[in-house]
């Protein structure tokens, strides 16, 4: 399984916006289907976007949707979620995740069975 490493977490102010990175280990990362998670404290993990390995379909699910665009870079072998107008009920643990067969649908929609590899995460924080 293709490790992934996620980076670009941090403290932003209530209205801003941040970028993240899900990296993978090496050039087998274009043959998956990326997805990107969260989870606060106290709540259920959740699954906020997907984007496919063959034609970079994306798919977002209804919680974020409108502030969130992801998009992948193979010749980087990464995926980045670009996250926009982040309001304190976002502050999280946002992870990346993958697996040999990953449907999207499932992702967002909260069905996970399918993520067998997982990044160990990057902590968002939306404070004034």
């Known amino acids: 399984q293709v490790q992934l490493v996620e980076s670009g977490g941090g403290l932003v102010q209530p209205g801003g916006s941040l970028r993240l990175s899900c990296t993978g280990a090496?050039?087998?990362?274009?043959?998956?289907?990326i997805g990107w998670f969260r989870q606060a404290p106290g709540k259920d993990r959740e699954g906020l976007a997907c984007?496919?390995?063959?034609?970079?379909?994306?798919y977002y699910s209804n919680s974020m949707k409108g502030r969130l665009i992801i998009s992948r870079d193979n010749s980087k072998n990464t995926v980045y979620l670009q996250m926009n107008g982040l309001q304190s009920e976002d502050t999280a643990m946002y992870s990346c995740a993958t697996g040999p067969v990953v449907t999207c649908s499932n992702v967002v929609g909260g069905i996970f069975h399918e993520m067998q590899s997982w990044g160990k995460g990057t902590l968002v924080t939306i404070s004034s």
């Open positions: 090496d050039s087998t990362f274009r043959f998956y289907a």
């Open positions: 984007i496919s390995s063959s034609d970079g379909r994306t």
